[in-house]
T-cell receptor, first 116, second 112 residues
C-alpha cells in the first residue's frame, strides 16, 4: 500500500522569505500523481499544485514550486516570497494513475506559520 | 473546478444519535469521496461512493456506522450513526474534477 510521510509537523517562515516543506512517499507504482493541498483555519481544502510522475519537469504555480525526485520518492514544496495568507496546514497527497479507484492518500500535514 | 455545497457546516449532537451530512455537486461526477479529519489530524478516507452501487469502505470503517447514499450523479449523503464523543471530527466530501480534487467546506461535528 502507498504511504505519504511529512516529517515536519510545524514550520515557521518570515514574511517575504522562502520556505520548503518536505514530503516523501512509498509506492511500487511507476505512474501516479502528487499534490499539495493547503487548509487554512477556514478548513477549506485548496489545491496548491499538482505533479504528474511521468513528467520530469517540476510543476510551478506562481510563488509555489515543487522539487520532484522520483527515484528518491521525494516531493517537496517551495514557497517563495511568503505572505501572511500562506499560513495554513499543508498536506501532501498521492493518487494512483491506474486502479479501480482514484482516491487520495494524505500525509500527516505541516502547519506553516508566517511571521510578519 | 466543481463546486460542492456541503451541509450542515457544524452541529453539536447527543451521543447515541445520528447525523446525516449532505453534499451537492454542481455537475455530474462518477465518484464521491468521504473523509474524516479528527482534531489536529490529517484526512482519512472513509469510503468511495459510486452512483448505482454500494459504497466501498476503507479498512476500519463499516457501513453500519457510516451508511452512505448516492441516489444520483450530483448528490451523496453520509450518516454518522450511534454517535460517541470519539466521532467528533470534521467530515468532508470530495470529487475529482479536471486538474485536481475539489472539497466541500466540511462539517464540524461535536458529540456530547
Amino acid at each position: 500500500a502507498q504511504t505519504v510521510t511529512q516529517s515536519q509537523p510545524e514550520m515557521s517562515v518570515q514574511e517575504a522569505e522562502t520556505v520548503t516543506l518536505s514530503c516523501t512517499y512509498d509506492t511500487s507504482e511507476s505512474d501516479y500523481y502528487l499534490f499539495w493541498y493547503k487548509q487554512p483555519p477556514s478548513r477549506q481544502m485548496i489545491l496548491v499544485i499538482r505533479q504528474e510522475a511521468y513528467k520530469q519537469q517540476n510543476a510551478t504555480e506562481n510563488r509555489f514550486s515543487v522539487n520532484f525526485q522520483k527515484a528518491a520518492k521525494s516531493f517537496s514544496l517551495k514557497i517563495s516570497d511568503s505572505q501572511l495568507g500562506d499560513a495554513a496546514m499543508y498536506f501532501c497527497a498521492y493518487r494512483s494513475a491506474g486502479g479501480a479507484t482514484n482516491k487520495l492518500i494524505f500525509g500527516t500535514g505541516t502547519l506553516l506559520a508566517v511571521q510578519p | 473546478s466543481a463546486v460542492i455545497s456541503q451541509k450542515p457546516s457544524r452541529d453539536i449532537c447527543q451521543r447515541g444519535t445520528s447525523l446525516t451530512i449532505q453534499c451537492q455537486v454542481d455537475s455530474q461526477v462518477t465518484m464521491m469521496f468521504w473523509y474524516r479529519q479528527q482534531p489536529g489530524q490529517s484526512l482519512t478516507l472513509i469510503a468511495t461512493a459510486n452512483q448505482g452501487s454500494e459504497a466501498t469502505y476503507e479498512s476500519g470503517f463499516v457501513i453500519d456506522k457510516f451508511p452512505i447514499s448516492r441516489p444520483n450523479l450530483t448528490f451523496s449523503t453520509l450518516t454518522v450513526s450511534n454517535m460517541s464523543p470519539e466521532d467528533s471530527s470534521i467530515y468532508l466530501c470530495s470529487v475529482e474534477r479536471g486538474y485536481g480534487y475539489t472539497f466541500g467546506s466540511g462539517t464540524r461535528l461535536t458529540v456530547v
